[in-house]
């Protein structure tokens, strides 16, 4: 006798029965099989009437909840309910405010051949439309030195942008097009959502792939990140994120804008593992309180500042060790009213030990105008403390 392979499972095979074996062994199956049902019935009612322990429970529905308005009618709620929208809803309704930005930057120099020859550098990145007359929020890194910008509309318009003002600490920037009756994304509010929120990031990825949605969940609501030397906290996602998409929106599961995408990390860690799904964004009640004061002054007002340029030494030089240092103090700030000078080494803070910038950093973001902050300084080998008076930026004009 011959075997056969299944072409659809090359690794199984069977042995063909002879056709006229056939009635006779399937009347002996089903008689066994009816056998075997029949005494599987016996002993399921036997353990119905005898068995003492609880059975698990599957699938248990919610209880029936009263109605307030007639206290004598009930009604059965489900036990999960959502109103959010489908991954489709969203993406209608929040791509719209979703742009293309492309950036030129003059004045650049290749230093390739025989000549330093000047050229135009060009990049892309992502925005979101926060005003139906041409507002646009992005991030401060996407246009941050572009001699010009230029802004291509979910409908494949094209504009020539114009700079509102940019804020480096934040990594918020703000740009303008001359534009009416644009379709504002509906601004959410970053501070009600929660690990595992849907989450959904729209933008621009490679700067060729405008409208790319991607989707995955809140990861984290408050991850502390730095990013150039700046401490930030933002909004973990796991959803798709790639260069071009900073600037772009991440959106709740009803198509509210909740964040700013503005950084993922990626490639490998010390130890050799792959980082895959850790993409973060700035919250968007951070992220639009520093575009109103953009878009109001044109810079950032309200933030304390100690009024003074710093500069970290990694390796000690000459009479320098390492450590953080003044270089600059600027004029009306705190920190000049203090006492504080150009040369002296910050090595505490409100009692807090100092050695690079990210360290004071953290400090004054929780700082207000006008809050107090004590410093520690070394000055020619000699400890001294100051109680600066932080400032914003309109002291210092």
């Known amino acids: 006798m011959s075997n056969f392979y299944d072409n659809n499972d090359p690794y199984s095979y069977y042995d063909p029965i002879p056709p006229k074996k056939n009635r006779t062994i399937l009347t002996l199956f089903l008689t066994t099989l009816l056998a075997f049902f029949a005494g599987l019935g016996g002993a399921y009612v036997g353990v119905k009437q005898f068995a003492k322990t609880e059975p698990t429970i599957i699938y248990q529905q919610a209880e029936p909840i009263a109605n307030t308005s007639n206290a004598t009618t009930q009604e059965t709620t489900p036990l999960l309910q959502s109103s959010e929208l489908s991954l489709q809803q969203i993406a209608e309704k929040a791509s719209v405010s979703v742009v293309e930005i492309r950036t030129e930057m003059e004045g650049a120099t290749s230093n390739y051949g025989f000549f330093a020859m000047p050229y135009t550098a060009e990049s892309a990145g992502s925005g979101v439309i926060i005003s139906e007359d041409g507002y646009i929020i992005t991030n401060n890194h996407v ?4 001699t010009k910008i230029t802004v291509k509309t979910s409908d494949g318009t094209t504009y020539d942008a ?4 940019t804020d480096s600490k934040s990594d918020i920037g703000v740009i ?5 009756g644009l379709k504002a994304a509906t601004i959410g509010d970053s501070s009600l959502i929660r690990v595992g929120d849907t989450a959904v990031v729209i933008g621009n990825p490679l700067g060729t792939l405008g409208g790319t949605v991607t989707n995955g969940i809140i990861s984290a609501t408050d991850r502390e990140v730095v990013i150039n030397n700046e401490s930030m906290n933002l909004i973990q996602t796991n959803a798709a994120i790639n260069s071009g998409n900073s600037g772009g929106g991440l959106f709740d599961g009803n198509g509210n804008l909740i964040g700013i995408v503005n950084a993922k990390d990626s490639g490998y860690t010390s130890s050799g593992a792959t980082i895959e799904g850790l993409g973060f ?15 109001t002054y044109g810079k950032v007002m309200n933030r304390a500042l100690l009024g003074v340029t710093l500069q970290t030494v990694n390796q000690s030089y000459g009479s320098l060790t390492p450590g953080l240092y003044v270089t600059d103090v600027l004029s009306n700030s705190g920190a000049e009213n203090a006492g504080i000078m150009p040369g002296d080494k910050i090595i505490s803070a409100d009692g807090n030990e100092v050695s690079v910038y990210t360290d004071l950093s953290k400090l004054l973001k929780k700082k207000k105008v006008g809050d107090t902050i004590e410093i520690k300084v ?13 400032t914003g930026a309109l002291n210092l004009d």
Request: aromatic share 2%; net charge negative.
């Open 378 to 390: 070394i000055r020619d080998s000699e400890e001294m403390t100051f109680t600066v008076t932080l």
């Open 162 to 165: 114009e700079l509102v003002g």
């Open 281 to 295: 964004a700035i919250p968007v009640n951070d992220a639009m309180d520093v575009a109103d004061e953009l878009m």
């Open 143 to 146: 246009i941050e030195g572009a």
């Open 176 to 180: 303008k097009i001359n534009a009416t």
